[in-house]
């Protein structure tokens, strides 16, 4: 007696339709993004290999600009400055916000009206931030303790750029981090301190170890918006002394005005290209702690 074969089971896998009023909902957006942001990119890389100065003629002098950046001391001082810039702000940062975030987190009284103060940097201008402690660091403060103003000092001026980026960047990355302690179920905090786990044991075996996401998430987003520094250092700074706190984005938009058009936008182009770079050596560390953003 042969067995009976199975009968095959055909699925039929069917395709749902979207309709076209979706697609024309996203053309606007896709028609501006390519006006103001593909447009500009492409024309930045064409001129990239140009002399244009941003007016008249122009002519091809293939990778010429690209081939003095490298050797361009100012250039090379811009990077140096952003890069060591970000690297200490984004330890600053996280620093202060993460000890912000356990103190917040804490039975303390008026919690919630400190939360409020903490968060008032986040809301006001950069521009206005960086005037206001312009004043603060020219006049107030030579004033009071003597001496000269420490942004007129080179070798110290980029202290005060990172002092006042951290003080309004440093919000933000506290709602990140009080979002992450609020996760912790507080029963673990009760267990550890039936075992008499001390505070700081609490914070180094319990509060950093789950808490490793969400510094990944802070140090990502922090390092990728002060590679971008620009509006506090014109306005506290301008760039000075001599170049000394002068940004590579800084670098950029003040070479469109003053007749380097095609040399800046190749130095715009190399700028994308190394944070790019940076963003997807960022995305690798991420994916490898099972991080989601």
Do not use: C, H
């Not at 969400?214 to 250092?233: E, P, R």
């Not at 130095?267 to 991080?291: K, P, W, Y």
């Amino acid at each position: 007696m042969s067995a009976t074969r199975p009968a095959a089971v055909t699925v039929r896998r069917t395709r749902k339709k979207v309709d076209a009023a979706f697609y024309l909902m996203l053309l606007p957006a896709l028609l501006l993004f390519t006006l103001l942001i593909v447009g500009p990119a492409l024309a930045g890389m064409f001129f990239s290999v140009t002399n244009y100065v941003g007016y008249g003629e122009y002519s091809f002098i293939g990778v010429s600009n690209y081939l003095v950046l490298f050797t361009d001391p100012r250039i090379l001082r811009s990077y140096g400055f952003t890069i060591g810039f970000s690297v200490v702000t984004v330890l600053l940062v996280n620093a202060i916000a993460l000890f912000l975030a356990v103190l917040l987190n804490s039975r303390i009284k008026f919690k919630t009206a400190l939360r409020g103060v903490f968060f008032i940097p986040m809301v006001v201008s950069g521009i206005v931030i960086a005037y206001v402690f312009n004043y603060v660091f020219s006049t107030t403060i030579p004033a009071v303790f003597g001496g000269s103003s420490i942004l007129a000092n080179a070798d110290w001026a980029w202290v005060a750029v990172v002092v006042v980026t951290a003080w309004q960047a440093v919000p933000s990355a506290l709602i990140i981090y009080l979002a992450g302690l609020l996760a912790i179920p507080e029963e673990v905090y009760e267990a550890s301190s039936l075992d008499g786990a001390s505070p700081w044991r609490q914070f180094t075996a319990i509060t950093l170890p789950l808490m490793a996401g969400y510094v990944v998430i802070n140090t990502v987003l922090g390092f990728k918006n002060f590679l971008n520094a620009y509006d506090i250092i014109v306005g506290l700074t301008d760039g000075g002394p001599g170049t000394s706190t002068s940004s590579v984005a800084m670098t950029i938009f003040t070479g469109f005005t003053s007749g380097d058009y095609a040399y800046q936008m190749a130095n715009a182009v190399v700028f994308f290209v190394i944070t790019v770079l940076i963003s997807i050596a960022q995305l690798r560390i991420i994916n490898r702690r099972g991080v989601s953003l």
